[in-house]
């Protein structure tokens, strides 16, 4: 699999930087609602597993959670909030894929293709960059602990890969097997950092200083669209690209 681009990173700090202005809840919250109709049971839903923890990781308060998941069961109050995937081309031709989850199907559209126009992209038909990207699991622990030992839980757990970056341990598996993996490392006392099922390109557009500032703006534009869940690309940024604050 090709090294993945550093939107990942990018992505994930922005992240942190959301959650501690409270941004971030009410993503968290549309997928606790859409993961629960699944059923309400995180020990039987892993999806409703990996929407918990993140919830925790924000410091969302459990009566929060707990009206999530009522409203995605149907225990709660009624709503219907919906998955919708857009496709499209960015700046110097890259792909953007873009995850929404809404209780409003004409505003999503209408604003993922603002997005796109504004920065001088366009929305593509279902399918047009799909094709481009494999669904996986992704998790992230401490480089602190001991290089074999990660390995060895991740590998026997059913992980698929096992990488070293400067930052962490990485492990790739396929999405069913994310919990299990996760599972083994609780289980063994190790921390895991960062958990998710994510979507990867293959093959990758390498861009220069230039292209990979205007293909950041459209990306961090989408991130904020209130509808939008996760944004991917198969844009690859330059190593030495800094990123203002």
Do not use: C
């Not at 031709?93 to 409003?104: F, K, P, R, S």
């Not at 038909?125 to 390995?151: C, P, Q, R, W």
């Not at 960062?194 to 500032?213: G, I």
């Amino acid at each position: 699999m090709a090294g993945h681009s550093k939107w990942a990173n990018i992505k994930h700090r922005k992240a942190r930087q959301d959650a501690s202005r409270g941004k971030v809840w009410t993503k968290v919250i549309r997928e606790i609602t859409v993961a629960a109709k699944g059923g309400p049971d995180p020990s039987d839903n892993p999806r409703l597993r990996l929407a918990l923890d993140k919830a925790n990781a924000a410091n969302m308060p459990k009566d929060t959670i707990k009206r999530a998941i009522q409203k995605g069961s149907g225990t709660g109050e009624t709503g219907v909030i919906e998955e919708l995937i857009f496709e499209g081309y960015g700046p110097n031709g890259v792909a953007i894929l873009v995850e929404t989850m809404t209780d409003n199907r004409n505003r999503t559209v209408a604003d993922v293709r603002h997005a796109f126009s504004k920065f001088g992209g366009n929305m593509g038909t279902d399918g047009s960059v799909a094709y481009l990207f494999n669904k996986l699991g992704v998790m992230h622990v401490s480089l602190s602990h001991d290089e074999d030992k990660i390995m060895e839980i991740a590998l026997d757990a059913g992980a698929e890969d096992f990488t070293v970056t400067e930052d962490y341990f990485e492990i790739i598996t396929i999405p069913a097997n994310l919990s299990a993996v996760g599972e083994a490392f609780k289980k063994n006392n190790i921390e895991i950092l960062l958990a998710e099922n994510t979507m990867r390109a293959d093959t990758l557009v390498q861009l220069d200083q230039e292209a990979s500032e205007k293909v950041l703006k459209i990306m961090n534009f989408m991130d904020d669209l209130d509808d939008v869940q996760e944004v991917h690309t198969n844009a690859e940024f330059p190593e030495d690209f800094v990123v203002e604050d």
